[in-house]
């Protein structure tokens, strides 16, 4: 069956897309089909607001909803994957998977014997998912670095003896290096009191802090990466 899909309106954050009320966005660019699958740009209407497309969708892979098909979380994290970026399609169904509407093994299943467009793609990068991660820029700094040859753990803690002391974004446990985004709090006076403390106590138990913010993620991505392979290779004693 052929039905409109509704890709996630631009601009928004993933966690607040859940739910959001998008028959009430405003105007927005639909492709409707001219044969097979593939969109007649001669029937394409461009504007700012959510994307539409035709795509062949199962029954089971949606439900009405104010008289439209809307799309199941298997089938939005499947859509995610074959069309975004890798970094940003991991990421985001690593929210999905932490928010604990989907399995990986749901996915999995979804994607058996089907042969669309994309479909090897979204089968090769199942693998990089963890749902871990408490934000989607966590995610893409995770899959930034696998991608480029390092496994950093998600989330570990990091006691003194049996007293606590933080729980990381990501780590290298055995290399104490802990790699953390700085999701810009600092305009709280006390929330940036707290990060100083706490990186001071990480960093007095042999741990290396690499904290890396938006602008950094977004622009100077390869300078991040560079500086954790520094941190890596002195901590295990090759040159970087």
């Given at each position: ?21 998008v ?8 492709r ?134 933080a ?36 960093r007095?138990?042999g741990?290396t ?32």
């Amino acid at each position: 069956m052929r039905r409109g899909r509704v890709d996630r309106p631009r601009g928004l954050g993933h966690h607040r897309q859940i739910g959001r009320d998008v028959a009430r966005c405003g105007p927005r660019r639909v492709r409707r089909p001219g044969g097979g699958d593939r969109p007649n740009p001669d029937l394409m209407m461009r504007r700012k607001g959510p994307r539409c497309s035709a795509v062949r969708v199962g029954e089971f892979e949606h439900s009405p909803w104010r008289g439209v098909g809307v799309a199941g979380f298997p089938r939005i994290a499947f859509d995610l994957l074959k069309q975004r970026s890798i970094t940003r399609a991991v990421a985001h169904c690593d929210a999905l998977l932490h928010a604990g509407v989907i399995t990986v093994d749901e996915i999995a299943g979804l994607l058996v014997g089907r042969h669309d467009h994309g479909i090897r793609l979204a089968r090769l990068r199942i693998p990089h998912w963890d749902g871990r991660a408490e934000s989607v820029p966590e995610s893409v700094l995770r899959v930034e670095l696998v991608l480029r040859g390092t496994h950093p753990v998600p989330q570990p803690e990091v006691f003194d003896g049996d007293r606590f002391v933080a729980r990381l974004d990501l780590a290298f446990e055995e290399a104490k290096v802990a790699v953390e985004y700085d999701r810009g709090r600092h305009a709280d006076p006390a929330q940036a009191e707290h990060d100083r403390v706490r990186r001071d106590r990480l960093r007095a138990l042999g741990w290396t802090v690499i904290v890396v913010t938006n602008d950094r993620l977004r622009d100077r991505v390869d300078e991040v990466i560079a500086e954790v392979a520094a941190a890596l290779g002195v901590r295990s004693g090759v040159a970087a």
